[in-house]
Nanobody
Framework: QVQLVESGGGLVQPGGSLRLSCAVS????????MGWYRQAPGKQRELVAG???????QYADSVKGRFTISRDNAKNTMYLQMNSLKPGDTAVYYC???????????????WGQGTQVTVSS
């Protein structure tokens, strides 16, 4: 059974930093694209940052220059380094991964359970 487990969320003051991790476990062939999403109360879930298997990345305009997404393919783990955090970054952060179970099979999207990030003084 495939599981995505996030960690690293918490309470931080404005201007502070947090590092989120997303570890993928289970019997898989490989991981294609991965991404971090967030959902604030009363708002739709939005893409924060994405990273392909070849390590090309994309970011939401609101986090460019402050957040950095990365992945360690040997550990099946993705990270999100968040610096200069603002109250507007407060949300539940979810990781997403497109999991492949064979060389020619279509990848299946999986989600983590979410981790709360609260930016407040």
């Amino acid at each position: 059974q495939v599981q995505l487990v996030e960690s690293g969320g918490g309470l931080v003051q404005p201007g502070g930093s947090l590092r989120l991790s997303c570890a993928v476990s289970g019997s898989i062939f490989g991981i294609n694209a991965m991404g971090w999403y967030r959902q604030a109360p009363g708002k739709q879930r939005e893409l924060v940052a994405g990273i392909r298997s070849g390590s090309s990345t994309q970011y939401a305009d609101s986090v460019k220059g402050r957040f950095t997404i990365s992945r360690d393919n040997a550990k099946n783990t993705m990270y999100l380094q968040m610096n200069s955090l603002k109250p507007g970054d407060t949300a539940v952060y979810y990781c997403n991964a497109d999991i492949a179970f064979g060389a020619w099979s279509r990848a299946t999207p999986y989600w983590g359970q979410g981790t709360q990030v609260t930016v407040s003084s």
